[in-house]
């Protein structure tokens, strides 16, 4: 079954800090995607990033990276050099190219507090 | 901005009364998905149409029901409303040339239709 945890609830870091959001997913399908979202305080879904499942390699946009290691069934997000800005919950979902369900599997979300 | 529209930002009504959601799809986009976020339950997808057609339904009650137009936009309907509906209600729209399938492309949300049932 597909299952998406970011055992995460809720991070609170300082300005400046660097800080890693986890995602660990399970499914038994050799083809499928990962995303991650960003909801701010107001309310809409962000879409930040899309990798499939054969491309492994790290990826680096501005303050944002993300790992993907698919010997762990992970796929983390780390922000660098953080700013109130980012405060948000932050979404992993996983979605199953071949699957019949046309749709994405959310993890309940890692609430982040970047305080000044 | 995402380009998904989605009406009204907020309603607030009571139990046992229906109420419609109306999204409109980015342009060029066919699919159209709607999602449930709750408190309890998280972000959940109901029912997803493409061109028209449904193509996949996720945890929908059988009191919500949606549809597709020819011009693309969709509508969610949620009848004999319970204190258990109140939730977030997101519409989002991938691109054409997914043909349907969520997977090969990224899907935008719109902002969301807030429902408080009281």
């Known amino acids: 079954a597909q299952k998406v945890t970011q055992a995460q609830t809720e991070i609170s870091v300082v300005e400046k800090e660097d800080v890693t959001l986890d995602c660990v997913y399970e499914?038994?399908?050799?083809?499928?995607?990962l995303f991650w979202y960003k909801q701010p305080p107001s309310g809409e879904l962000v879409f930040l990033i899309r990798?499939?499942?054969?491309?492994?390699q790290n990826e680096i946009s501005g303050r944002y990276s993300w790992n993907f290691q698919k010997s762990t069934s992970s796929f983390n997000f780390t922000i660098t050099a953080s700013q109130v800005v980012d405060s948000a919950v932050y979404f992993c979902?996983?979605?199953?190219?071949?699957?019949?369900?046309?749709?994405?599997?959310f993890g309940k979300g890692t609430k982040l507090s970047v305080k000044p | 901005d995402s380009g998904v529209t989605q009406t009204p930002k907020h309603l607030i009504t009571a139990t046992g009364q229906r109420v419609t959601l109306r999204c409109s799809p980015r342009?060029?986009?066919?699919?159209v998905y709607w999602y449930q976020q709750s408190l309890d339950q998280g972000l959940q997808f109901l029912i997803q149409?493409?061109?028209?057609?449904?193509?996949a339904k996720g945890n929908i009650l059988e009191r919500f029901s949606a549809q597709q137009f020819p011009d693309l936009h969709s509508e969610l309907n949620l009848s004999s409303l319970e204190l258990g509906d109140s939730a977030l209600y997101f519409c989002?729209?991938?691109?054409?040339?997914?043909?349907?399938?969520?997977?090969?492309?990224?899907?935008?949300f719109g902002e969301g239709s807030r429902l408080t049932v009281l």
């Open positions: 989002a729209s991938s691109p054409s040339f997914t043909s349907g399938r969520p997977g090969a492309g990224e899907l935008f």
């Open positions: 499914t038994r399908d050799t083809t499928y995607y």
């Open positions: 990798r499939n499942s054969f491309d492994e």
């Open positions: 979902a996983l979605s199953e190219a071949g699957g019949s369900q046309g749709n994405l599997i």
């Open positions: 342009s060029g986009d066919l699919s």
């Open positions: 149409y493409y061109n028209g057609e449904e193509r």
